[in-house]
């Protein structure tokens, strides 16, 4: 048995031929139709109709929190990471390494920058 989803895209698929002339060539007015015709469907409320709305919303909330939590833990453990780093540096730390601390965090506030990126970016892929 074809799911409701699928069952709902035929038909979208349909009123597009139809409103394309792909069912006899006529329009419903009785005139051929205008090469270059869309249709246009709005899936916003085809999905809010199919139920799918709160489905996606739902999906949507789980993997930005699921984020969320990873980058809360990545950027604590970089946190933790730098503090470490600090304590062992003596109050007599030659000036190389105190530059070698710095390139470090410096590194460290990158890789944490780029993993937000990427998790902004995999978000709008799962909202597309």
């Known amino acids: ?42 899936l916003d409320a085809v999905a809010e109709r199919l139920g799918a709305d709160k489905t996606i919303a739902k999906s ?16 604590e453990s970089l946190k933790t990471q730098l503090s470490e780093r600090q304590q062992a540096l003596s ?3 030659t000036r190389q390494e105190k530059v070698a601390l710095a390139t470090w965090q410096q590194q460290a506030n ?14 709008m892929k799962h909202r597309t």
């Open 1 to 42: 048995m074809p799911s409701p989803i699928s069952c709902s895209l035929n038909a979208i698929a349909c009123v597009a031929m139809v409103s394309l002339g792909g069912c006899g060539g006529q329009s419903k007015h009785g005139e051929k139709p205008v090469l270059g015709m869309v249709a246009v469907i709005d």
């Open 60 to 75: 949507i909330t789980r993997r930005q929190s699921s984020h969320n939590v990873k980058l809360a833990n990545f950027a």
């Open 91 to 93: 109050d007599t730390a």
């Open 110 to 123: 990158n890789n944490l920058s780029q993993a937000k990126r990427q998790v902004e970016t995999d978000l």
